[in-house]
């Protein structure tokens, strides 16, 4: 089992940043990909951006592309997602996730491991 708690949401203007984090325990950090998602109110879960074990290979949602980084440091067992140029729909519940392999993932039914998910509101 891996345990994935999130931290970093809450309330910015557009145009501002965030940096969510993402802790993993439970489990050797490298064996697993991890990827964040974010669900907006009536709207499906989507995929935001994926990382590789090793952080060599990255996958982004075309909403995000340039305004959004995700990174890992396996010594803190810990992801990350940097979020610049906030919008307004930006806007959602957003949650890491994580499976055992090495390359990256950008399906949800591919995670096996989700976290409670951290809230993110953009203001106008």
């Known amino acids: 089992q891996v345990q994935l708690v999130e931290s970093g949401g809450g309330l910015v203007q557009a145009g501002g940043s965030l940096r969510l984090s993402c802790v993993a325990s439970?489990?050797?950090?490298?064996?697993?990909?991890m990827g964040w998602f974010r669900q907006a109110p009536g709207k499906e879960r989507e995929f935001v951006a994926a990382?590789?074990?090793?952080?060599?290979?990255?996958d982004y949602a075309d909403s995000v592309k340039g305004r959004f980084t995700i990174s890992r440091d396996n010594v803190r067992s810990t992801v990350y997602l940097q979020m610049n140029s906030l919008k307004t729909g930006d806007t959602a519940v957003y949650y890491c996730?994580?499976?055992?392999?090495?390359?990256?993932?950008?399906?949800?039914?591919?995670?096996?491991?989700w976290g409670q998910g951290t809230h993110i509101t953009v203001s106008s």
């Open positions: 990382i590789n074990w090793n952080n060599n290979l990255r």
């Open positions: 996730a994580a499976r055992v392999g090495s390359y990256y993932y950008t399906r949800g039914s591919d995670y096996n491991y």
């Open positions: 439970g489990r050797t950090f490298t064996n697993y990909v």
